[in-house]
Each structure stands twice: as structure tokens, then as C-alpha cells.
């Protein structure tokens, strides 16, 4: 079976700390995996993928196919990173698996 | 501007009336899909097409259809809503295959539907 989770429905941290989005999924065989975000009143936009190995707006996620994780990664979280987090995958037809997000909430 | 739109943005209605929520794309994408959003749930695809005349179920298909007559168009049916259906719903589309590079979706701003 194809899903994404993530354990954390909300996650409050600091200006200036670390932060560490969680994403676990169940996929046979090498998965495509993306970070989607929404900021409020903005529209669901991706985040990154893993396939580019980017960093996005100083976000970072590595896929460990052994703990099968994609965990969403920044140093020094800002206030403008508080938004809705989504982990998604493609299943064996095409079709998108998103995790149920992760709220993240930067405070001052 | 590259984008694509829902309408209506809202929209309260009964049970049992035949309702249609219009999604529409200028990027010239062949992938399309639907979502509903609900707290607790995250996102869950409802139907996707990849191309004229084809579609598929995603997770949560049921009292639901779709069709895809045009590329640019996905419209979202509902035959006889019930309250269950009470939903943000999310059109995307995006290009597609290749090596996931194109797979990025593009959202609609979402509508958000009441069934009273």
C-alpha cells in the first residue's frame, strides 16, 4: 500500500532554531517524493523534490530509503516559514499520495 | 499569466442537487487532478486524468465523476451531493512523465463546498 505520514499535526518553534518536518511512507521500489507548502492565503505550491536535490528557501529533505523517511530540514527557521507542510509521493499509477501536513508555526 | 481556476469559489447547496465545480488550465498541461482537503486528512485525491479521455480513481472516488473532453478542462461532478461531501476541494495539473521534474502541480485557488 502506498501512504505518507507525518506524526506532527503542529509544530511551534522558535525563531533562529532548528526545524525538522517528519515524513515516513510505505512504497515498493524507489518512490518520488516532493514537499509541498501553504502559506496563508496563498495557493498549495511545491516546495521541493527530491529527484533535484535542491535547497529551496533554505529547506533541505534527504530520502533514507532504509528508515523509508523524507524528513524536511532548515537551520535557522524565519517567521515567513510558518505555513502548512504536505509530503507527498507518486503511487504505482500516476496518481499523488499526500501525507495529512504538518503545521508549522515560527514564533518571535 | 500561467494559472489555474476554479469556479465557484464558494458554494452552499442540498442534498441531492446535481451540482458542477469547473477547473480550467492555460499551461498547456496533460496531467489534471482533483483533491479534497479536510482537517485532520490532509489531501486526497478524488480523480486524475492524464490526458483527453483518460482518467483514473484516486483514493476517495466515490459520488463523484469527472471528464475530460478538452485538455485545458476538468470539471468535477456531483450527482447527488451529501453533507460527507462538505470539502475544500483543489484542482492541479502538470505536465507529465519524464524524470519527475515535470510532475510539479500547479493549484487552483480552491472551493470551498457546503451540503446542507
Known amino acids: 500500500a502506498q501512504r505518507v505520514t507525518q506524526p506532527e499535526k503542529l509544530l511551534s518553534v522558535f525563531k533562529g532554531a532548528p526545524v525538522e518536518l517528519k515524513c515516513n511512507y510505505s512504497y515498493s521500489g524507489s518512490p518520488e517524493l516532493f514537499w509541498y507548502v501553504q502559506y496563508s492565503r496563498q495557493r498549495l505550491q511545491l516546495l521541493l523534490r527530491?529527484?533535484s536535490r535542491e535547497s529551496i528557501k533554505g529547506f533541505t529533505a534527504d530520502l533514507n530509503k532504509g528508515e523509508t523517511s523524507f524528513h524536511l530540514k532548515k537551520p535557522f527557521a524565519q517567521e515567513e516559514d510558518s505555513a502548512m507542510y504536505y509530503c507527498?509521493?507518486?503511487?504505482?499509477?500516476?496518481?499523488?499520495?499526500f501525507g495529512p501536513g504538518t503545521r508549522l508555526s515560527v514564533l518571535p | 499569466e500561467a494559472q489555474v481556476t476554479q469556479n465557484p469559489r464558494y458554494l452552499i447547496t442540498v442534498t441531492g442537487k446535481k451540482l458542477t465545480v469547473t477547473c480550467s488550465q492555460n499551461?498547456?498541461?496533460?496531467?489534471m487532478s482533483w483533491y479534497r482537503q479536510d482537517p485532520g486528512l490532509g489531501l486526497r485525491q478524488i480523480y486524475y486524468s492524464m490526458n483527453v479521455e483518460v482518467t483514473d480513481k484516486g483514493d476517495v472516488p466515490e459520488g463523484y465523476k469527472v471528464s475530460r473532453k478538452e485538455k485545458r478542462n476538468f470539471p468535477l461532478i456531483l450527482e447527488s451531493p451529501s453533507p460527507n461531501q462538505t470539502s475544500l476541494y483543489f484542482c492541479?495539473?502538470?505536465?507529465?512523465?519524464?524524470?519527475?521534474?515535470?510532475?510539479?502541480?500547479?493549484f487552483g485557488p480552491g472551493t470551498r463546498l457546503t451540503v446542507t
Open positions: 507527498a509521493l507518486i503511487g504505482y499509477g500516476q496518481n499523488f499520495v
Open positions: 527530491h529527484i
Open positions: 499551461m498547456n498541461h496533460e496531467y
Open positions: 492541479a495539473s502538470s505536465l507529465f512523465g519524464g524524470t519527475g521534474l515535470n510532475y510539479e502541480q500547479y
